[in-house]
């Protein structure tokens, strides 16, 4: 059984601090991952992809990936209230179907208090 | 507005009913997805299509019967479906289904079945 497993939350950080959300995966074949942030009643919508070893930074966002560890995670620097959301982990690895298929994590829930 | 729209937003409907989901994508995609959202549950695949052709079908009851008539439209046609079938169900579109490949997300169907 191919998890991803992310810590529930909440979590909360003041506004202005780093937010630091962690994903462990099961599938040591995986080899693309992505964060999605979903607003409540809303659709996720992709906030980084990663491939390979090491950081990768968008704006305020950083994502960090450790093969060997099995896990990636993201940062988000001068968190604002607006970044108050779930952040979906998933990952995608070379089984299922023909070419693998996005495993999910359950999401963990960050609220940036004002 | 990611270019996958997802009509209806919201249905409530009785065991006995039947009704369809309709998904329309408008990024020149090839691939389709469709996914159930369930409260404290991660995102699960229901099935992917890849150039019409239905690639992945993840164990799912047979009273969801997807549709793919072409590569911009998708449909879920829902029969005599239970109470614990009540959740968001999204639709997603990517260039094709490798891994690399990020997927876009329509805003779903919230459904409630009594």
């Known amino acids: 059984q191919k998890e991803v497993e992310q810590n529930s939350g909440p979590l909360s950080v003041p506004e202005g601090a780093i937010a630091s959300l962690n994903c462990t995966y099961s599938d040591r074949g995986s080899q693309s991952f992505f964060w999605y942030r979903q607003y409540s009643g809303k659709s996720p919508e992709l906030i980084m992809s990663?491939?390979?070893?090491g950081d990768k930074e968008d704006g305020r966002f950083t994502a960090q990936l450790n093969k060997a560890s099995q896990y990636v995670s993201l940062l988000i620097r001068d968190s604002q209230p607006s970044d108050s959301a779930t952040y979906l982990c998933?990952?995608?690895?070379?089984?299922?179907?023909?070419?693998?298929?996005?495993?999910f994590g359950k999401g963990t829930k960050l609220s940036v208090k004002p | 507005e990611t270019g996958v729209t997802q009509t209806p937003r919201h249905l409530v409907m009785g065991m006995t009913n039947k009704k369809s989901l309709k998904c329309e994508q408008h990024l020149g995609h090839n691939a389709m997805y469709w996914y159930k959202q369930s409260a404290k549950k991660p995102l699960e695949l229901m099935f992917v299509?890849?150039?019409?052709?239905?690639?992945e079908n993840n164990s799912v009851p047979s009273r969801f019967s997807p549709e793919c008539p072409n590569s911009s439209h998708l449909f879920l046609h829902l029969h005599t479906l239970q109470p614990e079938d009540s959740a968001l169900y999204l639709c997603?579109?990517?260039?094709?289904?490798?891994?690399?490949?990020?997927?876009?997300f329509g805003a779903g169907t919230r459904l409630s079945v009594l």
């Open positions: 997603a579109s990517s260039q094709d289904s490798r891994e690399w490949n990020i997927q876009y």
């Open positions: 990663i491939y390979s070893n």
């Open positions: 998933a990952v995608k690895g070379i089984y299922g179907g023909s070419q693998g298929n996005l495993i």
């Open positions: 299509y890849s150039l019409e052709e239905r690639v």
